[in-house]
């Protein structure tokens, strides 16, 4: 166990809905980084937080936000769903930004399917 | 051209055979370099970092050749629990990790 904890771990929602997704990191842990897994597929960067603040986001559109709190937990929203949206949603925490980050610990996923 | 890429498998091989996974990345900038195990329906988890004068972990030896781009695992004496999706990720300048496809493996009794 990573002592990163994600919840839903399973949503079904349909087309143009919105959804918000939460990650707990790990104790210690101050950054928080997203990915979106498609089946048959390794993990996409959606975006990462540094203590409270974005630190680098990957090739997805703005309905695509996140937020982290000063606990370091985490969420992730995703506004107008499409259906290429369904995936597994995978939350990795790490102890700090840079270098210090180099070993990033995943929860079990949110599985997400929009129907 | 996608900036990590691997074998697409699946690598089908009986138990006790040594199995080899390769991966190039396009960015030479990149800084740090991993693989992970990916087990059906569940989180990726770290097995090893690859570093420049290779490394090994049991019956598991990384590899890195800089110059070429290329990374890669060997597997020996393979078991039934190593039947998994074997990732190859890569660390960018900004320390964001970008992944492969993955390269499933399936180990035969």
């Known amino acids: 166990e990573t002592g990163v904890t994600q919840s839903p771990t399973h949503l079904i929602k349909t087309r143009g809905q919105q959804v918000t997704l939460r990650c707990s990191s790990q104790?210690?842990?101050?950054?928080v980084s997203w990915y979106q897994q498609a089946l048959g597929q390794g993990p996409q960067f959606i975006f990462q937080?540094?203590?409270?603040?974005?630190?680098g986001r990957g090739n997805f559109p703005p309905r695509f936000s996140g937020l982290q709190f000063p606990n370091y937990s985490s969420e992730l929203n995703v506004n107008a769903l499409e259906l290429d949206d369904s995936a597994l949603y995978l939350c990795?925490?790490?102890?700090?930004?840079?270098?210090?980050?180099?070993?990033?610990?995943f929860g079990p996923g949110t599985r997400l399917t929009v129907l | 051209r996608k900036e990590v890429e691997q074998d697409p498998g699946p690598f089908n091989v009986p138990e006790g055979a040594t199995v080899a996974f390769n991966c190039t990345y396009s960015?030479?900038?990149?800084?740090?370099f991993f693989w992970y195990r990916q087990d059906c329906r569940k989180e990726p988890k770290l097995l090893m970092s690859?570093?420049?004068?290779?490394n090994e972990d049991g019956r598991f030896t990384a590899q890195l050749n800089r110059a070429s781009q290329y990374i890669s695992l060997l597997i020996r004496d393979s078991k039934l629990s190593d039947s998994a999706t074997y990732l190859c990720v890569v660390m960018d300048s900004n320390y964001q990790l970008i992944w492969g496809a993955g390269t499933k493996l399936i180990i035969k009794p």
């Open positions: 690859v570093y420049s004068s290779g």
């Open positions: 104790s210690g842990h101050n950054t």
């Open positions: 990795a925490s790490s102890g700090g930004k840079g270098l210090a980050s180099n070993e990033q610990f």
């Open positions: 937080y540094y203590r409270e603040e974005e630190n």
């Open positions: 960015n030479s900038a990149s800084q740090s």
